[in-house]
């Protein structure tokens, strides 16, 4: 299967659960943060972002929590569907002209209908 | 109407070859890149260009070399390709959206499997 060999963190979910994949970011100067949702053979899709002047940022099915204090940010999925299966990445920018964005490791998400 | 579109898709080739990737966006972007996720799916990027300028180069070996003819395309070009280059690499785009220079998020292309042999 596409896990064999990459280490990646693995969540397992029933289908029609909500999901919650967490991301530890590194630069306390970060101040805007991006999840993608990447699928097998595709290139990484937005899903969500937040700024750093924010806490939690709603979207569809979606929510994203920041916590600046422990560097920490999470992505909720409501309702889990089989098309949610994925590799899940958050990112991180300190922002300003040398615009560099840094990725986490990524959490793969296996949803089990 | 593929908003950032590069080719090949695949590309199998041998070791010392020289090789090209070729990207475009069709989304009026001011900002592109270059990245590199490995065969554990970690992303880093390795170039970033605006208005056909270089402004991030990350310590990539010289015999990658990007091109950008215009703000819409930017080309990788990589010299005597060594089984170590072996990834998928990923072009991206994105808009500047004040007048810092600071850019919002990505969009990526759908990548291009490089395998050296």
């Given at each position: 299967g596409e896990?064999?060999?990459?280490?990646?963190?693995?969540?397992?979910?029933?289908?029609g659960d909500n999901s919650i994949i967490n991301c530890a970011y590194s630069n306390s100067a970060s101040d805007y943060f991006i999840w993608y949702?990447?699928?097998?053979?595709?290139?990484?899709?937005?899903?969500?972002?937040?700024r750093s002047n924010m806490d939690k940022r709603q979207g569809q099915r979606v929510t994203v929590l920041l916590n600046k204090t422990v560097k920490h940010l999470s992505l909720q999925i409501a309702a889990t569907q089989p098309g949610d299966s994925a590799v899940y990445f958050c990112a991180e920018n300190i922002g300003g002209s040398n615009y560099k964005l840094t990725f986490g490791k990524g959490t793969l998400l296996t949803v089990n209908p | 109407d593929t908003a950032v579109s590069q080719t090949p898709k695949y590309l199998v080739t041998?070791?010392?070859?020289?090789?090209?990737?070729?990207?475009?966006?069709?989304?009026?972007?001011?900002?592109?890149?270059?990245?590199?996720?490995?065969?554990?799916?970690?992303?880093?990027?390795?170039?970033?260009?605006?208005?056909?300028?270089?402004?991030?180069?990350?310590?990539?070996?010289?015999r990658f070399s990007p091109k950008s003819p215009d703000?819409?395309?930017?080309?990788?070009?990589?010299?005597?390709?060594?089984?170590?280059?072996?990834?998928?690499?990923?072009?991206?785009?994105?808009?500047?959206?004040?007048?810092?220079?600071?850019?919002?998020k990505l969009f990526f292309g759908s990548g291009t499997q490089l395998s050296v042999l």
């Open positions: 896990s064999v060999g990459l280490h990646l963190p693995t969540l397992s979910v029933q289908e949702k990447q699928e097998s053979g595709k290139g990484p899709q937005f899903i969500i972002d937040i | 041998q070791m010392g070859n020289d090789k090209s990737i070729k990207c475009e966006q069709n989304l009026g972007h001011d900002t592109m890149y270059w990245y590199k996720q490995d065969s554990k799916k970690f992303l880093k990027i390795m170039f970033s260009y605006n208005n056909k300028e270089l402004i991030i180069n990350e310590t990539v070996p010289n703000k819409a395309h930017l080309n990788l070009h990589i010299n005597s390709l060594e089984l170590g280059d072996s990834a998928v690499y990923f072009c991206a785009s994105s808009q500047v959206i004040d007048w810092t220079g600071t850019n919002e």
